[in-house]
């Protein structure tokens, strides 16, 4: 089924916020964006409404469009879901295609090149493809639309972290150990690794979310 044309700027637009383009609070102006890809202001509405519908941007009365500010309880949430989806991913790791596990190792390996480059930007950009991919082993399109948005909204939790190096470099071995847990057949190893992985990761955002606040 072909998408709309309002569909498919919402997709440019979450692109943008998955990619950390558009930080937390940035304000969307309809006359910026309109002109900067071509469609009308009523083709914008209704591709603001979708992100809305997915809580990545949100309406202000009289003020305008917003890229979403997470609380910490959106937080918890988000890592809540991601937790059931990604660990069923892993269970389905022994079912899963050549092709589904080799997306695991190549994020492993865009992560660690980005890392080397100095480029945490696109260190937590490959994280996030890695633990799509995980999620992905389930071999189900629903969980990978899932994902996506997920994912889109975990970027605006990223920005809270004052260092992105000081926040993914400690995930980047992680990563690497719990892809070569898969690749031995050690899924309930990597079950539990991942658990404890993202139960750490969301701790330390939730941590810093809290100190930060007034």
Known sequence: MALSTAQRVADALRDRIEGGRLPPGTQLSEEALGRELGVSRNTLREAFRLLVHESLVVHRLNRGVFVRVLE????????????????????????????????????????ERAAADGDWQEVGSADLRFHRALAGLSGSARIDS??????????????????????????????????TLLENGEYGRAEAELTTYLDDARQL????????AP
């Open 72 to 111: 910490p309880a959106d937080v918890t949430d988000i890592y809540r879901v991601r937790a059931a989806l990604e660990t069923a991913g892993v269970r389905a790791a022994d079912g899963a295609g050549a092709a589904l596990r080799a997306a695991v190792t190549e994020a492993v390996a865009r992560g």
């Open 205 to 212: 955002i939730l941590d810093t979310m809290r100190e930060a």
């Open 146 to 179: 899932a994902m996506d948005r997920l994912l889109a909204e975990l970027r605006l939790a990223f920005h809270a972290m004052p260092s992105p190096r000081r926040f993914h470099e400690p995930f980047l071995p992680r990563n690497r150990a719990l892809a």
